[in-house]
């Protein structure tokens, strides 16, 4: 007759198998982040500021407080979203003129972006 | 939330970064780690000092820490001793007792920096197995500069990269709890019984 296994072994042995499934879930993920790390753009996201938005995209602030009808001031650090707020249009809407003036500068003006951002 | 805790730090600087980082460190669910990124890339942009931005971080995680060591020592006990029946008997208390003790250094300092999510847990029970508050500290200080350099350092070295840089660290944390509970479950499960 075979034994049967104890429920604490069984648990353990679960256990085991989820651990080791995490650790090549997430060890994956991380690895795949961390491969288009160099040429993937970072999205713009309504916590960001425009001096902040406008330094991840190495272009000048002033572009893109123009680009959203707002006095330009390198001190203003509100985020996207309070600016929204303030001038009462949606979010989505700042951020889509924000990405248009960021594509623009692209466009126009070699070396606004490095070559690392450039790659396919 | 997340949102709303970075557009405070963008926009109030110093001391939203002590408040969040002191809040995560008593066990509020917060990305301190995404968090610490920014403040480096908002040092790289000038709009915050960076040794400064370092010292302001650990001071506040050390502070949230202290808190959990705190509710641990006066609080975990009770818990504890009502629990006492699911833990096991006196004996075996005794035993995890001097492990937490033995193990108690080491563990504060990689929770601090190394694997994260278990730092609000091992200031409880740290607190709880009466280790000693002042090599707490030591341990929780060394732990908490290492981590608070390292992340803001990196947030300043890819300043416009920091979204990606926290999303591969937040991976890389888990992937490490991953190795360190592989290791742990299979240790019990092939060499562990009694």
């Known amino acids: 007759m075979v034994a049967q296994p104890r429920p604490g072994t069984l648990i353990l042995a679960l256990g085991f198998c989820l651990a080791i499934a995490a650790t090549f879930f997430f060890g994956y993920r991380a690895s795949r982040t961390a491969r288009h790390v160099r040429w993937q753009n970072e999205p713009i996201q309504s916590w960001m500021s425009v001096p902040f938005v406008a330094h991840a995209h190495h272009t000048r602030p002033e572009l893109l407080f123009q680009a959203i009808h707002v006095e330009p001031n390198p001190r203003d650090h509100r985020s996207i979203r309070d600016i929204a707020r303030a001038e009462k249009l949606p979010v989505a809407e700042l951020i889509r003129d924000l990405r248009n003036a960021i594509e623009n500068a692209d466009r126009s003006g070699p070396g606004t972006i490095p070559p690392s951002a450039q790659a396919p | ?194």
Do not use: C
């Open chain 2, 1 to 194: 939330m997340l949102n709303q805790l970075l557009a405070a730090l963008t926009q109030y600087g110093s001391p939203a970064l002590f408040a969040v980082v002191a809040i995560a460190a008593i066990g509020v669910p917060v990305p301190v780690t995404l968090l610490l990124i920014v403040t480096g890339s908002l040092a790289a942009q000038g709009a915050m000092d960076l040794w400064a931005s370092i010292a302001i971080a650990t001071a506040g995680s050390v502070s949230g820490d202290q808190i959990g060591f705190a509710v641990g020592r006066w609080g975990g006990k009770a818990l504890i001793a009502r629990l006492s029946w699911l833990l096991g008997d006196a004996e075996h208390l005794k035993k995890l007792d001097a492990k937490a003790k033995s193990w108690g250094g080491a563990g504060v300092f990689f929770s601090r920096w190394l694997v994260t999510p278990l730092g609000p847990w091992i200031n409880l029970a740290s607190g709880a197995a009466d280790y000693s508050w002042l090599r707490f500290t030591l341990w929780d200080f060394l732990g908490e500069s290492l981590g608070a350099a390292l992340f803001i350092w990196l947030g300043h070295v890819f300043s416009d990269r920091v979204q990606q840089i926290g999303a591969v660290l937040g991976d890389l944390g888990w992937a490490i709890l991953g190795i360190l509970a592989t290791a742990f479950l299979g240790w019990r499960l092939f060499f562990g019984r009694e």
